[in-house]
């Protein structure tokens, strides 16, 4: 008898302890201030995580009740926590292998500063090496609201070649810059790109794209490469970055002269050994014109879309599908300091083929494409292959869309798609409006349209060559319509409340990697990715925003970036290299001092 019940006893004991397990938390956060974007429960004060999943939410008292002897407990004193953010349009896997040897501009408020900065870099760039700063910024910041010269570089680095770039707009080298290059007088301008020349018909050293980027292009294969291990701790530098501005999840857009597979191998061995923190989803970008059909038929016939290499976490780093460019000539290119780019008439018959192709196999794809023309007639191409092809849900979008008219929104709605919008007008927006007038500029692109109709849409920044990598600008420019020179360019009829532009960069970019079903809101069984903030991003005045960032980031459950009381909580980074990374003098985004 005493037998039994001390066996009744220890099964009590066991169920105990597998209850008390499935019921307790790894990690509970209190004392917070939560936006959750659930619809039942948009304001709570503590989340519980298990398993890198969202276990429960409620009051702090609730949730303090689900810790166990092992549960890391965060205080967040008050601070506001968001959904981790989502950029839905990046460059970050090219980026990511040169970010370490770069000079950021971004936020940059005055050209004065920025040569200054230059000057600073030069003197730390060894023999053999460029002083480089692509993407990220605009002339529209700064005070001076103009490019910097090419005698301006020079001065500031006699002895080092300089390479900028803004956006796929200009290039400018300094002299030394020209002589590495080996562009001379006798250099004869490439495709669709022109030198300025002085009077004797020698380059200045400012380069244009009028309007092809293939100026750009050459000219960054030329800068000097680095070895694995620089790459390596350049990506993690980099995705570390991001995560110190909220991002949780991002989706890579490919990217000229960045090579599948080859060129994925750095992030994809840190994936695999844990060390890329954010989930990142991947599209394949066809690199040479005319073999976009053989290169997506050789890539869609050896990997499955949804491929996931990361063994660490779902949707860890996940190739997706093609884009954004699946066809060269349906491309067109967004320098609104150069007119208008009118797609080839044998555009479409090219593109069915490669439509075709992916239907067939499921992939998913994604078509860069700035202006409503370009759009439109993308989309005659889409409509004529799924009447014989049937779509049948399966995800694709059109990415970018600028200058697209409510009529083509309606179009892309009417056929399933979706469209991944970025804050390029923060930079591009004064060219645009210089060339089309203000009047041009209010519904460019007409986001409050789009959001209303309730149609995909995401948000991302074209980061890095292109725009910044951070999502707090976009944030800023959808909530105020502001570009980076402080213009006013959208009425109150055309921008989105704070709510609604954190949905968009959350909810709505989740979308693109197929994944609006389990993130971007913080409830139940949702993934645990979320960010507590440095400033309140519901209440701080509106053009404060661009200065928030993550104080604590947590992916999957696990904090991989703390600042401030939460610095002790996510691994160190380690040390930069090389060690005359520019970001040792002057970090990434500009900070105030
Ligand atoms: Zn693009």
Known sequence: MKKTILFITSVLAISCSTKKEINTADMVVYNANITTLNENKPNIEALAVKDGIILATGTSKEMLKLKNDSTQIIDAQGRRIIPGLIDSHSHFLRSGLTYTRELRWDGVPTLKEGLEMIRKAAEITPEGEWVRVIGGWTPWQFKEQRLPTPQELTEASPNRPVYMQYFYSAGIVNKKGLEVLGITKDTP??????????????????????????????????????????????????FRELARYGLTGVIDAGGGGFNYPQEYNTAEQLAADGK?????????????????????????????????????????????????????????????????????????????????????????????STYNESIQKILDVIEKVAKEKPLNGLRWSIEHGETITPETVDRIAALGGGLALQDRMVFLGDDFIERYGAEAGKYSPPLRYIYNKGIPVGMGTDGTRGGSFNPFVSLHYMITGKTASGRKIYDKDNVLTREEALRVHTIGSAWFSQEEDVKGRLKKGQYADFVILSEDYMTIPEDDITTIES??????????????????????????????????????????K
């Open 551 to 592: 104080v604590l980031t947590v992916v999957d459950g696990k904090p991989v970036y703390g600042a401030e009381e939460f610095t002790k909580l996510a691994p160190k980074a380690p040390e930069l290299q090389p060690s005359w990374s520019p970001l040792t003098l002057f970090g990434s985004y500009y900070k105030k």
């Open 276 to 368: 890329l923190p954010i989930r990142t989803s991947f599209y394949l970008f066809a690199q040479k014109p005319k073999r976009e059909l053989q290169d997506f038929d050789a890539w869609s016939s050896a990997n499955k879309a949804g491929k996931n290499t990361d063994p660490h976490k779902e949707h860890g780093f996940e190739l997706d599908g093609a884009g954004e460019y699946i066809l060269w000539e349906a491309a067109d290119y967004e320098n609104f300091r150069w007119e208008r780019p009118e797609l080839p008439d044998t555009m479409g018959k090219n593109l069915e083929p490669i439509l075709k192709l992916l239907i067939e196999r499921r992939w998913p794809f994604k078509i860069h």
């Open 189 to 238: 301008d490439p495709f669709e790109g022109r030198f300025e020349r002085d009077a004797q018909g020698n380059p200045t050293g400012l380069m244009l794209a009028e309007p092809h980027p293939g100026i750009f292009y050459g000219k960054i294969a030329a800068l000097p490469g680095a070895t694995k291990a620089i790459e390596e701790n350049s990506t993690i530098h980099m």
